[in-house]
């Protein structure tokens, strides 16, 4: 049996005409950037989602960069960060002017430890983005405490993360903004590059959506130099077509997360992730440990199952952070997880035979 890390065909195939459809018509009215396919799906999400304002962008890395610049986040300026994230989180940072400050990773949920936050506070620090990484929500009510305390701005990076929750409110809901991809590999994914700032601050929501649009909320009306990142219209239309399958999609995510952690509860040293208490973890990736885990990935691979590693380099080990002099021993439960972590295939469409398929497989290397 081979099965794929994430399978996108067949998710289409479950929606095919809607999709052909969404395409066809973007094709028919020429409608290719802008327009009512993207305030279309903008309404739809920040409606679905619980937001006053979703602010469509180019990617996620845009979304966060944006946020960053219209939170007048620059030079001399630091901002916290997990050591453990995709380099999107940190690289906007440094683009808009800042420094990155990392932090060691939750040795239970691989988010950031807050902690360790405090001790990594200076009279330089202006913001602390917590990545919901995985699908699992960090510790927001620690972090907004911090952030309260220290008069600090929260950044919430959702890339990974549409629809967790912690304590009934979604990720991205509880800071000034909420950043979001979708990216085709996404929980909610477009067919290109596509992403989204959420929030409840209207004042921000106009600024990011004027920075996104170089300068201009009506067009050759330039109130500001801003950058060229619109979410175009085919993105939008294939957003939308997928928006009101999410919560289903996610519920499948869900329970297969639930059939991987009863079935390989005690094989071998694997550890499965647990979920963090009165929180919702949307499972995007599900991230198993073992110290076998390139004899096992290796084992996998064999029978046909395709895996991957998020992420085989902390952000601080990167030849990109060697300026910052950063030494192993400044971030132990990263540098441990680094040589532990295997993602195996999560996506709403795997069946119980492909899930077995995969149990089997592992327990037999075991």
């Known amino acids: 049996m081979q099965i794929q890390f994430i399978d996108l065909h067949a998710q289409y195939l479950s929606i095919k005409s809607d999709i052909d459809n969404a395409i066809q018509d973007i094709i028919t009215n020429t409608a290719f950037i802008g327009g009512k396919p993207v305030t279309d799906f903008a309404h739809n999400f920040e409606q679905l989602y619980g937001a006053k304002h979703c602010v469509p962008v180019a990617n996620g890395t845009d979304a966060i960069y944006i946020t960053l610049k219209m939170l007048g986040i620059g030079i001399g300026d630091e901002v916290i960060t997990t050591a453990c994230s995709w380099i999107s989180t940190s690289e906007t940072i440094t683009q808009a002017g800042a420094k990155p400050v990392f932090v060691d990773i939750d040795p239970t949920y691989f988010t950031i430890d807050a902690d360790?936050?405090?001790?990594?506070?200076?009279?330089?620090?202006?913001?602390?983005?917590?990545?919901?990484?995985?699908?699992?929500?960090?510790?927001?009510?620690?972090?907004?405490?911090?952030?309260?305390?220290h008069n600090?701005?929260?950044?919430?990076?959702?890339?990974?993360?549409?629809?967790?929750?912690?304590?009934?409110?979604?990720?991205?809901?509880?800071?000034?903004?909420?950043?979001?991809?979708?990216?085709?590999?996404?929980?909610?994914?477009?067919?290109?590059?596509?992403?989204?700032?959420?929030?409840n601050d209207s004042g921000l929501a106009e600024k990011c959506k004027m920075y996104a649009n170089h300068g201009a909320l009506i067009k050759h009306q330039h109130q500001i130099e801003g950058?060229?990142?619109?979410?175009?219209?085919?993105?939008?239309?294939?957003?939308?077509?997928?928006?009101?399958?999410?919560?289903?999609?996610?519920?499948?995510?869900?329970?297969?997360?639930?059939?991987?952690?009863?079935?390989?509860?005690?094989?071998?040293?694997?550890?499965?992730?647990?979920?963090?208490?009165?929180?919702?973890?949307?499972?995007?990736?599900?991230?198993?440990?073992?110290?076998?885990?390139?004899?096992?990935?290796?084992?996998?691979?064999?029978?046909?199952?395709?895996?991957?590693?998020?992420?085989?380099?902390p952000l601080p080990f990167l030849p990109a952070y060697s300026y910052l002099k950063h030494q192993r021993s400044e971030f132990p439960m990263a540098a441990q997880a680094q040589g532990e972590i295997l993602s195996i295939p999560m996506y709403p469409e795997l069946t119980p035979e492909q899930i077995d398929y995969i149990v089997v497989t592992i327990k037999a290397f075991f």
Request: charged fraction near 20%.
């Open 227 to 313: 950058i060229n990142s619109r979410l175009d219209s085919m993105q939008a239309a294939i957003l939308y077509v997928k928006l009101p399958h999410i919560l289903r999609w996610t519920d499948l995510r869900i329970q297969h997360a639930a059939s991987y952690t009863k079935a390989l509860k005690g094989v071998g040293d694997i550890v499965t992730p647990l979920v963090r208490p009165d929180s919702k973890h949307s499972f995007h990736l599900y991230v198993i440990r073992t110290k076998k885990r390139n004899e096992l990935e290796k084992h996998l691979n064999e029978h046909g199952i395709a895996t991957a590693i998020h992420y085989p380099t």
């Open 152 to 199: 600090l701005i929260v950044i919430e990076d959702c890339a990974q993360s549409h629809f967790s929750e912690f304590k009934g409110k979604r990720a991205g809901l509880t800071g000034i903004a909420g950043t979001f991809s979708f990216f085709p590999g996404k929980n909610l994914g477009a067919y290109g590059d596509a992403g989204c700032i959420l929030t």
């Open 116 to 149: 360790k936050i405090e001790a990594k506070i200076t009279s330089k620090t202006k913001a602390i983005i917590p990545v919901h990484i995985y699908g699992q929500i960090c510790d927001m009510d620690k972090i907004m405490a911090i952030a309260k305390k």
